[in-house]
């Protein structure tokens, strides 16, 4: 499925480091999700763009931004991590049809050091 | 509050069947995901059920009954490719409440 992508597909940074974390959906989809994904732990829900507005914070930490600019692009802001943000994040769009079926990216496995 | 449970761990054989169970309990129910995702990579998704009923999709099928709060994915004739973990996820909302709930995962491991 390379109807979302997400660059880049791996990331090191430092505490003090600034990044984006980019996805890019091709499926005419009005949905955009991120999602952190850890070990041992379900998929969470970070944050949820629809038609461009943001309709779901999951309580998540002001040091993940993001950015919706259109219904195809989604950007995660990432500024002053903590190594416990370590894991794979996962970028998914949705269309109304299907129930709403969410389609995922590869994901972005991040380190933080 | 709201939960899926589904086992942590099954192992079966190459050539057999296997059903992996999720149980669910959600302050709503408006749709039951299955999603396969192998190690290191993005959850696919396999099955969509909204219905009572079984749904059935080449080797793969999905079965749901709302009033048990129950679903679960049959797999035929495995494949070593198909050791992966299998997600079962709720869609308690309508309308623009997209928000799903989702389950651990079931490892499965595929022996020949």
């Known amino acids: 499925e390379t109807g979302v992508t997400q660059t880049p597909r791996h990331l090191v940074m430092g505490m003090t480091n600034k990044k984006s974390l980019k996805c890019e959906q091709h499926l005419g989809h009005n949905a955009m999700y991120w999602y952190k994904q850890s070990a041992k732990k379900p998929l969470e829900l970070m944050f949820v763009?629809?038609?461009?507005?943001?309709?779901e914070n999951n309580s998540v930490p002001s040091r993940f931004s993001p950015e919706c600019p259109n219904s195809s692009h989604l950007f995660l802001h990432l500024h002053t991590l903590q190594p416990e943000d370590s894991a794979l994040y996962l970028c998914?769009?949705?269309?109304?049809?299907?129930?709403?079926?969410?389609?995922f990216g590869p994901g972005t496995r991040l380190t933080v050091l | 509050g709201q939960n899926i449970d589904q086992p942590t761990e099954m192992t079966a054989t190459e050539g057999a069947i296997v059903q992996i169970n999720c149980t669910y309990q959600t302050s709503g129910f408006n749709g039951l995901f299955w999603y396969q995702q192998h190690a290191g990579e993005a959850p696919t998704f396999l099955s969509y059920?909204?219905l009572d009923g079984l749904e059935e999709k080449g080797r793969f099928s999905s079965f749901l009954s709302r009033s048990k709060g129950y679903s679960y994915l049959l797999l035929k004739e495995l494949q070593m490719k198909d050791s992966a973990s299998y997600l079962c996820?709720?869609?308690?909302?309508?309308?623009?409440?997209?928000?799903?709930?989702w389950g651990l995962g079931t490892s499965l491991a595929v022996n020949p």
């Open positions: 996820a709720v869609r308690p909302n309508a309308g623009n409440n997209r928000k799903l709930i």
């Open positions: 763009y629809n038609f461009k507005e943001q309709t």
């Open positions: 059920n909204v």
């Open positions: 998914a769009s949705s269309g109304l049809a299907g129930g709403d079926t969410q389609y």
